[in-house]
């Protein structure tokens, strides 16, 4: 059975950093693209960033402006999100979720349950 | 970027009857090298994680329930709930993951009449 448990989310600063992990089992972690999805609560779904299955491959919503970075450890069936100069707006549950395929073009077939981040003063 | 709108953003309706949700895109889908429409449909319920209902348009997940259906081409797109359960109350969103950044419809509200 697919599992995605995500952590580090936390309440942070405007300015602040903040590494989220997605920990993944059940499958074999490096055949799959892996991605982040963002929403806040009470609102819709919104794309964050993918990584191929080999990780030589990422890409980013426009509106990140460089301050995110997405990683992948093969070796620990570990995903990374790197958040640096949060803002308000980046307050979101984070979700990380598996690919159907090695592609980063691919549906998301896997879910985890979320983490919070909050940025605020 | 591709914006993905979704019609109409809630709708209620009886157990037993049909649904029909519409997720159009301001650019194509269709990927002409292998024919495949590059849009996902996914159900969320309340405080629950999203969960992948339909991809490539129309190939239903696996352990979906066959009264959901996708269908479309191109830049128009219908999920469809054939014979709606109550189990099937929840927000719908469609995905493009034809080209990056992928987006999101804003989503559709089902509930019962």
């Known amino acids: 059975e697919v599992q995605l448990v995500e952590s580090g989310g936390d309440l942070v600063q405007p300015g602040g950093s903040l590494r989220l992990s997605c920990a993944a089992s059940g499958f074999t972690f490096s055949n799959y693209s892996m991605s982040w999805v963002r929403q806040v609560p009470g609102k819709g779904l919104e794309w964050v960033s993918v990584?191929?299955?080999?990780?030589?491959?990422?890409y980013y919503a426009d509106f990140l402006k460089g301050r995110f970075s997405i990683s992948r450890d093969n070796s620990k069936n570990t995903l990374y999100l790197q958040m640096n100069s949060l803002r308000a707006e980046d307050t979101a549950v984070y979700f990380c979720a598996k690919g159907t395929g090695g592609s980063c073009y691919s549906a998301l077939d896997s879910w985890g349950q979320g983490t919070l981040v909050t940025v605020s003063s | 970027d591709i914006v993905m709108t979704q019609s109409p953003d809630s709708l209620a309706v009886s157990l037993g009857e049909r649904a029909t949700i519409n997720c159009k895109s301001s650019r194509n889908l269709l990927y002409s090298s292998n024919n495949k429409n590059y849009l996902a449909w996914y159900q969320q319920k309340p405080g629950q994680p999203p969960k992948l209902l339909i991809y490539w348009a129309s190939t239903r997940e696996s352990g979906v329930p066959d009264r959901f259906s996708g269908s479309g081409s191109g830049t128009d797109f219908t999920l469809t709930i054939s014979s709606l359960q109550a189990e099937d109350v929840a927000d719908y969103y469609c995905q493009q993951y034809e080209s990056i950044p992928f987006t999101f419809g804003p989503g559709s509200k089902v509930d019962i009449k």
């Open positions: 990584i191929s299955g080999s990780g030589d491959r990422t």
